[in-house]
């Protein structure tokens, strides 16, 4: 079976994904395109054999998608995932799952009322190869009971339109997923304390920020976003715990010496970073929804991110320590 995809944004996300449906997956094919700029979805369509849709409602409709791939604007992304799901159509959504814990619970609401699962958030690190050999480092016990958990993300540089809450919307979303799924357990809560600013930032930006979190077992977490470093995109991640520690490797990069140094280069996007991890979510996407099954990051784990990041835009500007305020799972996504 081929999984005809209808994709919702190209943008660069959204492109970049064309390109891997059209190339690198197999089993599935973008059958139509739409984006905010016309123009944009007609060249992107014609560029993968597709067709060009005014609206996120006729790629939805249409009678050759099979399955839709949400990669617009964040603000947008609910109104078109419960369009897929009041379709019946399978759809992986890039995160944020959406802007809002309320637009999320509508989204849960929605999919259990359809009667089973749907809906695929895009938290691509859990198909990174070495997030994955953490995960299954901890899972068998090797390091004991995590206690701690040093993390950072580092960008080179943002645009002016990045703004402060950002830093946990858009950046750390990705780790409080990871985490969450690493630890087995819920964030229950969050805080921001505000380091010295870089002078390489736009006037507007709180840059960086060190977010701290605890868990429902009372694990702490350390996460510096920093998201102006000037020298690369550089993720890390190490769990310590009561019997030892586990950290997330390096990507292989060939080590150079020369002129009385030696050194590997520095991915300067995520692109290079985690694009076989990338790879990897939308193959295993295709699959599940060619075997009629949906199994990847779900709808509650994008509400339960959400929840984090909310708690977290409000520590940003008091410096307090805020509860998530994270329900228990529904047994519908256990």
Not at 52 to 60: G, K, N, R
Not at 122 to 140: H, P, Q, S, W
Not at 173 to 189: F, M, N, P, Q, V
Not at 261 to 284: L, M, N
Request: glycine content about 8%; aromatic content about 6%; proline content about 5%.
């Amino acid at each position: 079976m081929t999984v005809n995809v209808g994709v919702i944004g190209a943008g660069m996300i959204g492109t970049d994904h064309m390109r891997r449906l059209d190339r690198v997956v197999s089993g599935a094919r973008v059958a139509a395109v739409t984006d905010i700029d016309p123009a944009r979805a007609a060249e992107a369509a014609a560029g993968v054999g597709a067709r060009a849709l005014a609206t996120d409602a006729e790629v939805v409709a249409a009678p050759e998608v099979d399955a839709v791939l949400v990669a617009s604007w964040g603000p947008a992304h609910a109104a078109s995932v419960l369009a897929a799901v009041a379709a019946g159509k399978p759809v992986l959504c890039e995160k944020p799952l959406a802007t809002t814990a309320e637009d999320c619970r509508r989204i849960m609401e929605a999919e259990r009322a359809h009667g089973s699962r749907l809906v695929q958030v895009g938290f691509m690190r859990r198909y990174d190869t070495g997030y994955r050999a953490m995960k299954a480092l901890i899972d068998e016990g090797a390091i004991g009971a995590p206690l701690m958990a040093h993390c950072a993300h580092r960008n080179p540089t943002v645009p002016e339109a990045y703004h402060s809450e950002m830093a946990t919307k858009d950046t750390a979303i990705h780790e409080i997923d990871t985490l969450r799924w690493l630890l087995g357990e819920e964030l229950a809560t969050a805080q921001i304390i505000r380091p010295r600013r870089t002078s390489k930032r736009f006037a507007h930006l709180v840059d960086p920020q060190l977010l701290l979190f605890e868990t429902e077992s009372g694990a702490r977490i350390d996460l510096e976003v920093f998201v102006n470093c000037q020298y690369g995109y550089d993720i890390r991640c190490e769990v310590v715990g009561e019997d030892g520690a586990v950290r997330l490797p390096e990507p292989r990069e060939a080590v150079l010496h020369a002129a009385g140094r030696s050194g590997s280069s520095v991915p300067q996007d995520w692109k290079r970073r985690f694009g076989a991890a990338f790879d990897a979510e939308v193959q295993a996407w295709a699959d599940a929804v060619a075997a009629g099954r949906i199994e990847g990051p779900s709808a509650w784990d994008g509400y339960a991110a959400a929840m984090v990041g909310d708690a977290a835009v409000r520590s940003l500007e008091t410096g307090e320590v805020v509860p998530t305020k994270v329900e228990e799972r529904p047994d519908f996504y256990a």
